[in-house]
Antibody, heavy 121, light 112 residues
C-alpha cells in the first residue's frame, strides 16, 4: 500500500533553514509527480510546490517562491523541501502528496500525515 | 493566480438529506485540447490528511461512495453528497491544478 512519511519538522527561529523529507513506498516513486501542501493551525490548505516525475518541472506557490526548493531522489524514493529564510507565517503542518500521474498537472491521490514546522523565536 | 472561492462557508444537513457545495474559479480551468476540467475535491476530517474524492471535476476516485458526485465546467463547480451520512462530517476543499501556482478553495465545513 502507498505510504508517505514526512520528517524533519520542528521548532526553528525566523530567518533560519530547515529541510523536510518524505519517504515514499508502495508505488513506483520515479513515475509520479509529487507535491508539498501545508496547513497552518486551524486554517485551510495551501499548495506549496510540485515536482514532476523526472524533476524537469517544478512550480512553487507565491508565498514560498525564492525561499523554498523542492527536489527528489528517485534512487532513494524520497522527496525533499528545503526551506530557507523561514518566517512566522510558514508555521504549518507540511504534507507531501503523491500525484495521480507523472505530470505536475494532476490531482493528489495519497497524502502523508504531515510534519509540523514551527517558526518562532 | 487563479483564486478559488467556495460557498457556503459552512452548512448543516440532516442525516439522509442532500448537501451541495459550490466552488468558483477566477478563470476557466477547462483545458480545451483535452476537454478536461482541472478541478478536484477533497474531504478532510479532524486530525487527518485530506482525502481525494473527485478529480477532472466529475470522476470519482476509486473507493469513494457513489453518494459523492461532482459537476460543472469552466469556472463553476459543485460537489453533491446525495444522502448525508454521519461519517461525511468534514471540511471539503476544491482545488485547481490547471495553472501553477495551484490553489485550494477556503473550505466548506459540513455538519449534521
Amino acid at each position: 500500500q502507498v505510504q508517505l512519511v514526512e520528517s524533519g519538522g520542528g521548532v526553528v527561529q525566523p530567518g533560519r533553514s530547515l529541510r523536510l523529507s518524505c519517504a515514499a513506498s508502495g508505488f513506483t516513486f520515479s513515475s509520479y509527480g509529487m507535491h508539498w501542501v501545508r496547513q497552518a493551525p486551524g486554517k485551510g490548505l495551501e499548495w506549496v510546490a510540485v515536482m514532476s516525475y523526472d524533476g524537469n518541472e517544478k512550480y512553487y506557490g507565491d508565498s514560498v517562491k525564492g525561499r523554498f526548493t523542492i527536489s527528489r531522489d528517485n534512487s532513494k524514493n524520497t522527496l525533499y523541501l528545503q526551506m530557507n529564510s523561514l518566517r512566522a507565517e510558514d508555521t504549518a503542518v507540511y504534507h507531501c502528496a503523491k500525484g495521480r500521474s507523472g505530470s505536475s498537472y494532476d490531482a493528489q491521490d495519497y497524502w502523508g500525515q504531515g510534519t509540523l514546522v514551527t517558526v518562532s523565536s | 493566480d487563479i483564486v478559488m472561492t467556495q460557498s457556503p462557508d459552512s452548512l448543516a444537513v440532516s442525516l439522509g438529506e442532500r448537501a451541495t457545495i459550490n466552488c468558483k474559479s477566477s478563470q476557466s480551468v477547462l483545458y480545451s485540447s483535452n476537454n478536461k476540467n482541472y478541478l478536484a475535491w477533497y474531504q478532510q476530517k479532524p486530525g487527518q490528511p485530506p482525502k481525494l474524492l473527485i478529480y477532472w471535476a466529475s470522476t470519482r476516485e476509486s473507493g469513494v461512495p457513489d453518494r459523492f458526485s461532482g459537476s460543472g465546467s469552466g469556472t463553476d463547480f459543485t460537489l453533491t453528497i446525495s444522502s448525508l451520512q454521519a461519517e461525511d462530517v468534514a471540511v471539503y476543499y476544491c482545488h485547481q491544478y490547471y495553472n501553477a501556482p495551484f490553489t485550494f478553495g477556503p473550505g466548506t465545513k459540513v455538519d449534521i
